[in-house]
């Protein structure tokens, strides 16, 4: 199974850049995802890494090291609606099963 | 709209009781998933089915069932044997299981008194 690890809870200005870490060990690494839930809401998708590098997509960006077991996300010019728990999840491919599993989940405060 | 929708929104049953949440898409998706979500804890997988009349247990099955006989229907029914049910069911589908992002429906919170 995986590992998965990302701080509990961060706090952030409005209009500030924050960055998310993740943290992983797994045998059989087959992608990485990033989802913002919002409280009481279902997750959405944000982004999927499989090869090392940055993704970038508006003001959201997220970076892989495989060979670091590392992840993460970068929210820029933050803005009160992004106050939200953002969860990593990585997919492992041993056990031929693809299913991700995901970390506790990182709440992240936005203040003015 | 194609999309997952999960009835009802919250759900009150007594302990000792059955009770089954629905999930249902028209996505065309393959692959459904069960999640489990507590407070402060990320999505545990109950149980998953990449394809109709076949499916799998998560990490968490015990004191849940599940079944497949449509392809865009995937209920839950969480049994008196499950210790702890109170929290916030996740639904989730994907084209199939190698794909990469899942779309959830919006939960089903469930309390049980």
């Known amino acids: 199974g995986q590992n998965i690890d990302q701080p509990t809870e961060m706090t952030a200005t409005e209009g500030a850049i924050v960055q998310i870490n993740c943290t992983y060990q797994?045998?059989?690494?087959?992608?990485l995802f990033w989802y913002q839930q919002h409280a009481g809401e279902a997750p959405t998708f944000l982004s999927y890494?499989?090869?090392?590098g940055l993704e970038e997509k508006g003001r959201f960006s997220s970076f892989l090291s495989r060979s670091k077991g590392y992840s993460y996300l970068l929210l820029k010019e933050l803005q009160m609606k992004d106050s939200a728990s953002y969860l990593c999840?990585?997919?492992?491919?041993?056990?031929?099963?693809?299913?991700?599993?995901f970390g506790r989940g990182t709440s992240l405060i936005v203040h003015p | 709209d194609g999309g997952i929708t999960q009835s009802p929104k919250y759900l009150f049953r007594k302990e000792g009781q059955n009770v089954t949440l629905s999930c249902e898409q028209n996505?065309?998706?393959?692959?459904m998933y069960w999640y489990r979500q507590d407070p402060g804890q990320g999505l545990r997988l109950i149980y998953y089915?990449?394809?109709?009349?076949?499916?799998q247990k998560g990490d968490i099955a015990e004191g849940y069932s599940v079944s497949r006989e449509k392809k865009e229907s995937f209920p839950l029914t969480v049994t008196s044997a499950q210790k702890n049910p109170t929290a916030f069911y996740l639904c989730?589908?994907?084209?199939?299981?190698?794909?990469?992002?899942?779309?959830f429906g919006p939960g089903t919170r469930l309390t049980v008194l």
């Open positions: 999840a990585v997919r492992d491919s041993s056990g031929g099963s693809y299913i991700p599993t």
């Open positions: 089915s990449q394809i109709v009349n076949d499916f």
């Open positions: 996505l065309n998706h393959d692959a």
């Open positions: 989730a589908s994907n084209v199939a299981r190698d794909y990469n992002e899942q779309f």
């Open positions: 890494n499989v090869l090392d």
């Open positions: 797994t045998s059989g690494f087959n992608g």
